[in-house]
């Protein structure tokens, strides 16, 4: 793995961590804006390669649907879901079937998926509070084979996309990004905050 600076910045670590995964073999980012602008979290994979991405409506439920069916064919895919409170539409599908293949399978059916989402930045324009939300806490009761990983610091990043990506345990990942972290003067206000 690659070493890690103390200075990372939020949103360098998370497009240097989205370019690294578009060179692994079987990868694809496929979601809403990951293909053209449109939410904060293009910004990350505008310079991944074109054949790695792919453009999904706006249909939640459809999009956790076909990236079951993409991790069944042997694809480790990324989805992307720019907010947890749309995420939440596609919750019935992550609950009742990408955490149960594998028990419904016998382990035969080992699938893993990355799910990429956030937490809606609220500065420096608040967006309606059907935007922000944070529901990982109840993620983390709701599933048995899907980790649910907050990313508080840039040093998270790469290790914990290197650890969703390599795992051989079965499970898959929910990895929760923080919106306003993307924003560089709002992590340090909030680091010299916590420090004090």
Same mark, same amino acid.
């Given at each position: 793995?690659?070493q890690?600076?103390?200075?990372l910045?939020?949103?360098?670590?998370?497009?240097?961590?989205?370019?690294?995964?578009?060179?692994?073999?079987?990868?694809?980012?496929v979601?809403?804006?990951?293909?053209?602008?449109?939410?904060?979290?293009?910004?990350?994979?505008?310079?991944c390669?074109?054949?790695?991405?792919?453009?999904?409506?706006?249909?939640?439920?459809?999009?956790?649907q076909?990236?079951?069916?993409?991790?069944?064919?042997?694809?480790?895919?990324?989805?992307?879901? &720019?907010? /947890?409170n !749309?995420?939440?539409l596609?919750? =019935?599908?992550?609950?009742?079937?990408?955490?149960?293949?594998?028990? #419904?399978?016998?382990?035969?059916?080992p699938?893993?998926?990355?799910?990429?989402?956030?937490?809606?930045?609220?500065?420096?324009?608040h967006?309606?509070?059907?935007?922000?939300?944070?529901?990982?806490?109840?993620?983390?009761?709701?599933?048995h084979?899907?980790?649910?990983?907050e990313?508080?610091? &840039?040093? /998270?990043? !790469?290790?914990?996309?290197a650890? =969703?990506?390599e795992?051989?345990?079965?499970?898959?990942?929910?990895? #929760?990004?923080?919106?306003?972290?993307?924003?560089?003067?709002?992590?340090?206000?909030?680091?010299?905050?916590?420090?004090?």
């Amino acid at each position: 793995m690659t070493q890690i600076s103390t200075q990372l910045k939020y949103f360098d670590e998370l497009k240097r961590t989205m370019e690294w995964l578009a060179t692994q073999p079987k990868v694809m980012f496929v979601g809403q804006t990951v293909a053209g602008p449109g939410t904060f979290m293009f910004q990350t994979l505008r310079d991944c390669p074109k054949d790695r991405v792919l453009e999904m409506p706006i249909n939640e439920s459809f999009q956790m649907q076909f990236t079951i069916g993409m991790a069944l064919a042997g694809y480790i895919p990324v989805s992307v879901y &720019p907010r /947890q409170n !749309f995420l939440l539409l596609a919750t =019935a599908d992550m609950a009742n079937m990408l955490d149960k293949v594998p028990d #419904i399978s016998d382990g035969k059916w080992p699938l893993k998926v990355i799910i990429r989402v956030a937490t809606g930045p609220d500065a420096p324009v608040h967006p309606g509070h059907q935007h922000i939300g944070n529901y990982a806490q109840a993620l983390r009761k709701l599933f048995h084979w899907i980790d649910v990983v907050e990313l508080d610091g &840039p040093e /998270q990043i !790469f290790p914990a996309y290197a650890h =969703a990506l390599e795992r051989t345990d079965g499970k898959s990942t929910l990895i #929760i990004e923080h919106g306003n972290y993307y924003n560089e003067e709002y992590y340090a206000k909030r680091m010299k905050t916590s420090a004090s």
